[in-house]
Nanobody, 119 residues
C-alpha cells in the first residue's frame, strides 16, 4: 500500500502563488504515476496534472497549462504542484493519487488540501 499526505493549501488572492506537496510512504517502488486532482464545491473531481515516477514525464489539464508546474523529489518521495497566477476558479480541494500501472484507475487518495483564491 501507498499512503499519501497533501499539504500546502491556503487562502490567497488572485494572481498569487502556492506550492502544494504530496508526500508518499509505504510501497513507493510500486508507483507508476502520481497525479493531482481537484474538486470544487458542487462539481465533479477533475484531473489537474500528472508525473511519471520514473523518468518524470508530465501532463496538464488545459485549464492550468502554463500556470501550474508539477515536479518530484524521489529522494523525499514527494511530488509538488507549483501554482502561479491563481484564479478564483482554481478554488477547490486538491487531492493527490497514485497510478500503480498504466491503464488502471488512480488510487490511494490523500485527504486533500483546501485552496481558496479570492478575487
Amino acid at each position: 500500500q501507498v499512503q499519501l499526505v497533501e499539504s500546502g493549501g491556503g487562502l490567497v488572492q488572485a494572481g498569487d502563488s502556492l506550492r502544494l506537496s504530496c508526500a508518499a510512504s509505504g510501497r513507493t517502488f510500486s508507483i507508476y504515476r502520481m497525479a493531482w486532482f481537484r474538486q470544487a464545491p458542487g462539481k465533479d473531481r477533475e484531473y489537474v496534472s500528472h508525473i511519471r515516477w520514473s523518468g518524470g514525464s508530465t501532463g496538464y489539464a488545459d485549464s492550468v497549462k502554463g500556470r501550474f508546474t508539477i515536479s518530484k523529489d524521489n529522494a523525499k518521495n514527494t511530488v509538488y504542484l507549483q501554482m502561479n497566477s491563481l484564479k478564483p476558479e482554481d478554488t477547490a480541494v486538491y487531492y493527490c493519487a497514485v497510478q500503480l500501472q498504466i491503464g488502471v484507475p488512480y488510487t490511494n487518495w490523500g485527504q486533500g488540501t483546501q485552496v481558496t483564491v479570492s478575487s
